[in-house]
């Protein structure tokens, strides 16, 4: 049973693009705390050389899974206006909350696609980070609130942790604004115990094809195209593994498959991860029963492949 608590708390921490610390440090100590308890103790690689990424080696990796930390959000910059980070959607009165020099920030957002600014009686330093104020639900259904992208995908990853005999678990950051740290991590991994294949734990769209309730989607392809022999063997296990999955097709997005598949090694990958309605807003919205596919077609995968 998955630790919805575990879940909640985690929903609750910024990470705004390129302000990954606090989150990564409290990775850190959970993993320290619980990694007595799971089938392998990890090596684990983490500090200023890794800036605010952490991976954990489980035995003799062969599969690599990746899951980023960052989330999407908004910059202050002059005169009340911000400058969005990574694609969030425009809602007017949007609550927005952060933090700067001089204390607790909590305002709302307003203003259109063109021209965005916060009402916050006073004025935010330079740079300050703000991200949506989260309101959490959970229903028999479905998980709703903020950040379910990519914070659900962490909490895959943290549940294969539970299980892993062999392979890498590893917390990228910068996803959502263009990606960054996946190179020098990639050449870290090919370095340190290499791999020729990788798994994207993250949260993908609810679309006319792919819809709430019918299984984890394995992605075919997104902007980006993972080579095919290595989708068949996935798809394969898949159908064997007798978990609910669909397929996604698409014309669009991208995740950090795409920093593995532009990188100078030959590693093959796929995106697999639950649909969310709501992409990019405070509302966003995951199927429980799809998600907890997920967590198992992970586990499944990292055995089998």
């Given at each position: 049973?998955?630790?919805?608590?575990?879940?909640?708390?985690?929903?609750?921490?910024?990470?705004?693009?390129?302000?990954?610390?606090?989150?990564?440090?409290?990775?850190?100590?959970?993993?320290?705390?619980?990694?007595?308890?799971?089938?392998?103790?990890?090596?684990?690689?983490?500090?200023?050389?890794?800036?605010?990424?952490?991976?954990?080696?489980?035995?003799?990796?062969?599969?690599?899974?990746?899951?980023h930390?960052?989330?999407?959000?908004?910059?202050?910059?002059?005169?009340?206006?911000?400058?969005?980070?990574?694609?969030?959607?425009?809602?007017?009165?949007?609550?927005?909350?952060?933090?700067?020099?001089?204390?607790?920030?909590r305002?709302?957002?307003?203003?259109?696609?063109?021209?965005?600014?916060?009402?916050?009686?006073?004025?935010?330093?330079?740079?300050?980070?703000?991200?949506?104020?989260?309101?959490?639900?959970?229903?028999?259904?479905?998980?709703?609130?903020?950040?379910?992208?990519?914070?659900?995908?962490?909490?895959?990853?943290?549940?294969?942790?539970?299980?892993?005999?062999?392979?890498?678990?590893?917390?990228?950051?910068?996803?959502?604004?263009?990606?960054?740290?996946?190179?020098?991590?990639?050449?870290?991994?090919?370095?340190?115990?290499?791999?020729?294949?990788?798994?994207?734990?993250?949260?993908?769209?609810?679309?006319d094809?792919?819809?709430?309730?019918?299984?984890?989607?394995i992605?075919?392809?997104?902007?980006?195209?993972?080579?095919?022999?290595?989708?068949?063997?996935?798809?394969?296990?898949?159908?064997?593994?007798?978990?609910?999955?669909?397929?996604e097709?698409?014309?669009?997005?991208?995740?950090?498959?795409?920093?593995?598949?532009?990188?100078?090694?030959?590693?093959?990958?796929?995106?697999?991860?639950?649909?969310?309605?709501?992409?990019?807003?405070p509302?966003?919205?995951?199927?429980?029963?799809?998600?907890?596919?997920?967590?198992?077609?992970?586990?499944?995968?990292?055995?089998?492949?």
């Open positions: 049973m998955p630790n919805w608590n575990f879940l909640s708390e985690l929903l609750e921490i910024p990470s705004v693009s390129g302000d990954e610390s606090r989150i990564s440090s409290f990775l850190y100590q959970y993993v320290l705390q619980r990694k007595s308890h799971w089938r392998v103790s990890p090596k684990i690689y983490f500090g200023e050389e890794f800036h605010d990424c952490l991976l954990l080696k489980f035995g003799e990796p062969r599969t690599a899974v990746f899951a930390l960052d989330t999407i959000g908004f910059m202050v910059r002059y005169n009340n206006q911000l400058v969005s980070i990574g694609g969030p959607e425009i809602i007017p009165g949007t609550k927005l909350i952060g933090q700067d020099h001089l204390g607790e920030i305002c709302k957002l307003i203003g259109d696609e063109e021209e965005i600014y916060h009402d916050f009686p006073r004025k935010i330093e330079r740079g300050t980070r703000l991200s949506f104020e989260q309101n959490f639900q959970m229903d028999g259904e479905f998980l709703q609130g903020a950040y379910l992208d990519n914070r659900l995908g962490i909490f895959s990853a943290l549940e294969l942790c539970e299980e892993i005999e062999d392979g890498w678990v590893i917390f990228s950051t910068y996803e959502e604004h263009g990606g960054g740290s996946m190179p020098f991590l990639l050449k870290f991994i090919q370095e340190t115990a290499p791999v020729k294949q990788a798994l994207i734990s993250d949260i993908t769209w609810v679309t094809g792919v819809h709430h309730h019918e299984g984890v989607a992605s075919i392809r997104d902007k980006f195209i993972p080579r095919r022999k290595f989708l068949d063997r996935i798809i394969t296990l898949a159908a064997k593994s007798g978990i609910p999955y669909q397929l097709v698409e014309a669009h997005g991208g995740s950090d498959g795409r920093e593995v598949q532009f990188s100078p090694y030959a590693i093959d990958w796929c995106f697999i991860g639950a649909a969310e309605d709501n992409v990019h807003t509302q966003e919205k995951v199927s429980i029963a799809d998600l907890e596919s997920m967590i198992l077609l992970y586990k499944y995968l990292l055995k089998a492949l």
